[in-house]
């Protein structure tokens, strides 16, 4: 069987994974304004490939273009989390289904590491967001299990806003870091290894109400959103 030898990556997807890294970072803040000319002289490049992976970014959902302001990153609202868990949610419920069907129990222990690290991060004290990286890493995996690339694209998008979601809410909500009930996942991964679609689907209904609960009060109004953003990134 040919196969096809591994592309290097473009140089518009290095700057994307940099730009991208610094916003779920915190480096970037919400309502930083992104200028081309400036990214393009931070990372020694011409601005053709900051031009694209500002796009990219966009269509991720990280960053907005505002009228007389450009680029700026984005500010997500109690608004965008019930969106972004809305779509979630309804990708994770049928690709559980497909999971109950069609995975090995050795593909469904996988989803178990990664509770594991996150109980691990819990117990060790661990910040809350390196927590919530184990936690998103569960989701994305339950989706993979499905075998649908569209499905694993547009949760990937998604979980790229959860992210940046999760660090605006960990900011407004300090409480946010502590009491994690450990059960909102542990009880999905059970309902997949009994084959319990049924299961399986309220558990998820469950974990993304609970989620919703302690993330909103930690979260801006859609009505309260200042499009007045701060300094300029190269100058923060």
């Known amino acids: 069987m040919d196969i096809e030898p591994l592309r290097p990556p473009q140089l518009w997807e290095a700057v994307l ?41 966009a269509r991720e959902g990280l960053v907005v273009e505002l009228p ?22 309804a990708l994770e419920v049928r690709a559980a289904a497909t999971a109950v069907e069609r995975a090995s129990d050795e593909d469904l222990r996988v989803l178990e590491t990664h509770l594991v690290a996150m109980e691990e991060a819990i117990d060790a004290g661990r910040d809350y967001l390196v927590v919530a990286a ?21 949760e990937d998008q998604m979980l790229a806003q959860t992210a940046l979601l999760l660090r605006s809410a960990a900011e407004g909500n300090p409480m946010l870091r ?38 909103f009060p930690g979260l801006e109004p859609p009505q309260a959103v200042d499009t007045a953003g701060p300094d300029d990134i190269v100058n923060s």
Do not use: C, Q, W
Request: no cysteine; proline share 1%; glycine share 6%.
């Open 17 to 57: 994974e940099r730009v991208r890294a610094a916003i779920l970072a915190g480096e970037l803040k919400a309502g930083s304004k992104l200028v081309e000319t400036e990214l393009a002289e931070r990372f020694g490049t011409s601005r053709g490939p900051v031009r694209e992976a500002l796009r990219e970014l």
């Open 134 to 154: 184990h936690d998103l890493a569960f989701h994305r995996a339950l989706v993979a299990l499905a075998g649908n690339a569209r499905m694993t694209a547009i």
């Open 178 to 215: 502590t009491g994690i009930r450990r059960s909102a996942h542990r009880d999905v991964l059970a309902a997949l290894l009994a084959r319990d679609a049924e299961a399986t689907r309220r558990a998820l209904e469950e974990h993304y109400r609970y989620a919703e609960e302690r993330l």
């Open 68 to 89: 007389r302001r450009g680029t700026v990153v984005s500010t997500l609202t109690a608004r965008d989390l019930a969106e972004v868990y809305a779509v979630r949610e």
